[in-house]
């Protein structure tokens, strides 16, 4: 693969010498079922709140059959792309399906989370989350019935 499809944007180094704090909490999010529910503005509210300006937010869900995702936050049609994309990927009820103790999601709810992502990395700049201008934060739910979700939430600040 050629060099012309990569750069490097400036690099500014930090000594590490400088005070470090760790804040965490926990988030429980209740759904409604299968979709994205997005908290973006509930992990700035936090960061506001602890004050951070500069950082590393760290998110991770304790669950198999949900997950957090990155993704469009303006049009709200993009959401339903993504959750039918979802159900095409990994369909209820097929006949090869071995793992239904819980019902018919409980297979493809599994599977959806292990193609997605239990955890994700955000750097926190001028006292928030530093997303794209369209982007949000989202728990994903993989699961038809409402359930209630803990999202773990850490944040290292520079200080």
Known sequence: MG????????????????????????FEIQTGGKGLYSFTEQINERIRKWGIQEGMCFLFI?????????????????????????????????????????????????MRAML???????????????LGAWQGVYLFEHRARGQYRRVLLRCLEVV
């Open 3 to 26: 060099g012309d499809c990569f750069s490097w944007l400036p690099y500014y180094p930090i000594t590490i010498s400088q005070n470090m704090i760790w804040h965490k909490e926990t």
């Open 62 to 110: 304790q669950h198999t059959s949900a997950s957090l995702v990155i993704s469009e936050s303006y049009d709200p049609s993009a959401r339903l792309d993504l959750e039918a994309f979802m159900e095409h990927l990994a369909p209820e009820r097929q006949a090869w399906y071995r793992h239904t103790l819980e019902g018919a999601d409980d297979a493809p709810s599994h």
């Open 116 to 130: 997605t992502n239990t955890d994700l990395s955000i750097p926190i700049d001028s006292g928030t989350l530093n």
